[in-house]
């Protein structure tokens, strides 16, 4: 029910006070956005200006944005390492926050490698917090009575490790779901999850999925709505239902908890939990044996009325799958976020994923615009502000936050395709440099190009060598995989490579790619053994033909070293002579190589 119109929202009319009050935050921060990003400007230069690295700019207590964008660098993670490198190892003094910084956040960007730390302060949880707070009130707008059931939300943590000087290092969302303010959330009839705190906060990440699974089973009938939050984690959640429905099914028939889950306190959780219910049992077991799975998700869970997840960027490619396996049912993208800042919200979340649009709240940082073209090396010099960005145009996002970055370049390319009242509107383009990525692995062309070159030498004493290379992420398979193309030249046709060797190179591959590629590999499971594809010789010749024939420039023409285009991957295919995959599992630790 509509609460009355002193507190309607231009968005719409609210379903609750709470939520009233959530709208009308939102259409204050709109309105007046170039307001409140000079404010928030002026709060982080003010309160740092006595921190190491604003004092070696001389803004001598200047703290807008004339003073900001005449005194100091746009930069990269790269240009901070030093300072970065020195809080981990333990500098307590105020090097880019006047607060101390409680944590470091680790990126799924990397750099040499290993993940990104991005330092952070305490009250940045708040500030995370808050945008969270706004995305029910929102989605309520379009769908009616989510407080009428639960949300079946696949929610997990990863391994934490130590900084030298004491600090932990750990992924934003491990550290949001650790924290009091999503442990002891107050309870909110909107916001109700089947999963019990104690899975989600389970570190084992075959025991957190098993038991998320089993209380979204039990619960059926009151999931609303189902979501992960990137597609990929929704994708495999279903792919695990696959593997292992039989023994949940078992579990739910006997009420007895499958003797793998041995983390204490979610035995005890699930105690609570668990009880004999065999006509649920026969449901699951006679739908999961089924051959066909389209629609495996409405019907299990029959009263889903959209799937959580984020499908922008390079989780678009998850749209079919999770299409067949869910009916079409509607896609909610409903936040725009990263470990250094979290941006904004979708203020239409039912929309469909090719119109998604993020809505940055100025609050939450302060955001300059860097205009991009991608023919030029466009210089850090004609920054734009939140405001005066102009529709159609694509921008890099460069932010200054509260926990001590500073015209901080973000790598994603964002389009404008609108305002709400001041406020901007973006399209996610890319992240800039992507080449690959199944989940939150992101590997660039350097890495695939020293990856090729790691592995090749396996070939030398083979007289072998690779004269051409491309990619493809595979996510037709669950996990999904890398594919790399390779075009072999070999010299001695008595002593060419075997098929062990070959299969040793999609492992050394494997070996050469960054932390968050060989994590998803061997802790979550998140992305399949690598395969390589030998293609026949004169295969990238054909490649090059093909492009010349579609007008590319015969001079200009370079190996595209991905490639998504179905034509292209069909001849790739047509000529593919062996496929080898990686024979074991690539070297993880959580600890830093470095
Ligand atoms: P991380 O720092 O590991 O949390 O990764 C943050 C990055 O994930 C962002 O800079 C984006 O490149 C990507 N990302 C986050 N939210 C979205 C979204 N809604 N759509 C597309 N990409 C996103």
Not at 251 to 279: A, F, H, W, Y
Request: proline share 6%.
């Amino acid at each position: 029910m509509a609460v009355d119109s002193v507190l309607s929202s231009p968005l719409g009319p609210p379903t609750c006070e709470k939520d009233a009050k959530a709208l009308q935050f939102i259409e204050e921060m709109t309105r007046n956005a170039d307001a409140v990003q000079e404010r928030v400007l002026d709060e982080i230069l003010t309160r740092n200006s006595q921190t190491e690295y604003l004092k070696r700019f001389k803004l001598d207590g200047a703290s807008d944005r004339e003073a900001l964008k005449s005194k100091i660098p746009v930069v990269t993670y790269e240009d901070l390492q030093p300072e970065i490198q020195r809080i981990a190892n333990g500098d307590r003094s105020p090097i880019l926050s006047a607060h101390p910084i409680s944590e470091f956040l680790t990126s799924s960007g990397t750099s040499a490698g290993e993940r990104k730390l991005m330092p952070t302060i305490k009250e940045e949880l708040d500030r995370r917090q808050l945008l969270y707070s706004l995305l029910m009130p929102v989605m309520n707008l379009y769908v009616p009575g989510l407080d009428k059931g639960k949300g079946l939300y696949f929610l997990f943590i990863k391994s934490e490790t130590k900084t030298p000087g004491g600090l932990l290092a750990r992924p934003v969302l491990t550290s949001y779901y650790k924290s009091e303010h999503f442990k002891s959330r107050p309870h909110d009839p909107y916001n109700v999850y089947t999963s019990p705190n104690e899975a989600i906060l389970c570190a084992d990440s075959f025991q957190s999925m098993y038991t998320q699974m089993l209380c979204g089973l039990y619960e059926r009938e009151q999931v609303l709505r189902l979501g992960a939050v990137f597609a990929s984690g929704l994708v495999r959640a279903i792919r695990f239902l696959q593997l292992h429905w039989s023994q949940l099914a078992h579990d739910i028939r006997t009420g007895t908890l499958n003797p793998q889950i041995t983390d204490p306190s979610v035995c005890e959780r699930m105690g609570k939990i668990m009880r004999p219910n065999p006509d649920l049992a026969d449901f699951i077991a006679d739908e999961c044996c089924k051959e066909n799975w389209e629609g495996i998700i409405t019907r299990i869970w029959p009263k889903t009325k959209y799937l959580d997840v984020i499908v922008t960027g390079a989780m678009a490619q998850y749209i079919p799958t999770l299409d067949y396996y869910s009916g079409g049912l509607p896609k909610a993208c409903t936040m725009y976020a990263a470990s250094e800042c979290y941006f904004g919200l979708n203020l239409n979340p039912m929309c469909k994923p090719s119109e998604v649009s993020y809505t940055i709240m100025p609050n939450m940082g302060y955001f300059e615009f860097l205009p991009h073209d991608p023919t030029k090396n466009s210089s850090p010099t004609n920054l734009v502000d939140l405001v005066d960005v102009e529709v159609g145009k694509e921008y890099e996002l460069v932010i200054t936050t509260y926990a001590g970055l500073y015209r901080y370049r973000v790598g994603d390319i964002l389009r404008v395709t609108g305002f709400h009242n001041s406020a901007p509107q973006f399209h996610f383009v890319r992240r800039k440099n992507v080449l690959l990525s199944i989940d939150s692995d992101k590997t660039d062309e350097a890495e695939l190009q020293r990856a090729v070159e790691n592995a090749s030498k396996l070939l030398r004493e083979f007289n072998t060598s690779v004269v051409e290379y491309t990619s493809y992420a595979d996510t037709k398979t669950i996990p999904g995989h890398y594919v790399i193309y390779w075009e072999l030249l070999m010299k001695d046709l008595n002593n060419s490579p075997s098929d062990e060797v070959l299969d040793k190179c999609c492992l050394a591959m494997e070996e050469s790619l960054n932390t968050v590629y060989r994590q998803g590999r061997v802790a979550c499971n998140s992305i399949g053994p690598l395969e390589i594809r030998v293609v026949k010789n004169g295969t990238f010749e054909e490649l090059m033909d093909y492009a010349i024939s579609r007008g590319a420039s015969i001079n200009q023409y370079k190996v595209p070293r991905c490639v998504n285009f179905a034509p292209i991957l069909e001849l790739l295919d047509s000529r593919v002579m062996s496929r080898h995959f990686s024979p074991s599992l690539p070297q993880w630790t959580p600890e830093r190589r470095r």
